[in-house]
């Protein structure tokens, strides 16, 4: 059984700063691409950020430049270090990763329970 626990959300004001993190757990061979996304009251679910095991990342446009994606693969751990915070960045912030367990040995999404973040004044 396999399953992703964030943490790190929370209230902050405009132009504050939070750090996101994602770990996986359970019986697990390999941990592939990861991703961070949101979702706005009202809104769809969008990708923030992704980043491969290889450390290849990527970003939407409305973040590159404020938040930074990294991971620890020993850990099976993803950040999201999010900087000049905004209150169009509130959102309920979801972990995403593809991971291999130790059996079936086959790839399968998994996404994480989700966390707050709220900006505001």
């Known amino acids: 059984q396999v399953q992703l626990v964030e943490s790190g959300g929370g209230a902050v004001q405009p132009g504050g700063s939070l750090r996101l993190s994602c770990t996986a757990s359970?019986?697990?061979?390999?941990?592939?691409?990861m991703a961070w996304y949101r979702q706005a009251p009202g809104k769809q679910r969008e990708l923030v950020a992704r980043?491969?095991?290889?450390?290849?990342?990527d970003y939407a446009d409305s973040v590159k430049g404020r938040f930074t994606i990294s991971r620890d693969n020993a850990k099976n751990t993803m950040y999201l270090q999010m900087n000049s915070l905004n209150p169009e960045d509130t959102a309920v912030y979801y972990c995403?990763?593809?991971?291999?367990?130790?059996?079936?040995?086959?790839?399968?999404?998994?996404w994480g329970q989700g966390t707050q973040v709220t900006v505001s004044s």
């Open positions: 995403n990763a593809d991971i291999i367990a130790k059996w079936p040995r086959s790839p399968e999404g998994y």
């Open positions: 980043i491969t095991r290889d450390v290849t990342t």
């Open positions: 359970g019986s697990i061979f390999r941990v592939n691409s």
